[in-house]
């Protein structure tokens, strides 16, 4: 069975700050892990993707994530924050044999001016 | 040029009454999908076609019935609509094969009155 835990629910960062955005993932297979970004009223967008080809996976827009095994974790940061960055992040994981993607609950982050 | 489009993208309509959301996608994937995401933006999958063949069937009431007339298209048609379907659904698409990246329409934004 395969499951991802979004922990914040919600992030509040000043523009300019780092930004974190933490996932752990629970997975009987090697697992894909993806983030994606929802901005308000908008689909969904592929942020990054990790498949087992590096651990430290760069993604658009300046963010990036890093799979870590022993921590059952896929953590999504980038160094500075920008205003157009605020939005919904969901970190999702899939994997065997599955088609099926299973989504986060989601985090909200919020970029104070 | 839109990847994967669906329309409309707003709607709104009576309980009771039979409604049809329209997808297409253009990037020559096998693989289509709908998603469900309700109104604490919790996102689960709700039917599969791969090849025009139904491959996931989630647990989703026999009102919503999904129809592949080729690869590049599934319509989703719901039927005697309630107050609870109310959300938003989103198409996708990917290549064939598990852990492939999945790529979202803009969504559908389904209001029952």
């Known amino acids: 069975a395969q499951s991802v835990t979004q922990l914040d629910s919600h992030v509040s960062v000043s523009e300019g700050t780092p930004v974190l955005l933490r996932c752990n993932y629970s997975?009987?297979?090697?697992?894909?892990l993806f983030w994606y970004v929802q901005h308000p009223n908008k689909g969904l967008q592929l942020l990054l993707k990790y498949t087992s080809a590096a651990t430290l996976v760069k993604g658009i827009n300046g963010f990036e994530a890093e799979f870590k095994k022993s921590e059952t974790s896929f953590h999504l940061t980038k160094p500075s924050a920008h205003m157009s960055d605020a939005a919904e992040y969901f970190c999702v994981v899939s994997g065997g044999s599955s088609y099926k993607l299973i989504f986060g609950s989601g985090t909200r982050l919020l970029v104070r001016p | 040029d839109t990847a994967v489009s669906q329309t409309p993208k707003y709607l709104v309509t009576q309980m009771g009454n039979d409604k049809s959301i329209k997808c297409e996608q253009n990037l020559g994937h096998d693989t289509m999908y709908w998603y469900k995401q309700d109104s604490k933006k919790f996102l689960k999958i709700m039917f599969s076609?791969?090849?025009?063949?139904?491959?996931i069937n989630e647990t989703v009431p026999n009102r919503f019935s999904p129809k592949s007339p080729d690869k590049a298209h599934l319509n989703l048609h719901i039927n005697s609509l309630e107050l609870g379907d109310s959300a938003v659904y989103f198409c996708?698409?990917?290549?064939?094969?598990?852990?492939?990246?999945?790529?979202f329409g803009e969504g559908s934004w389904l209001t029952v009155v």
């Open positions: 997975s009987s297979y090697s697992p894909s």
């Open positions: 076609y791969n090849n025009k063949e139904l491959i």
């Open positions: 996708a698409s990917s290549p064939s094969g598990a852990g492939n990246t999945i790529y």
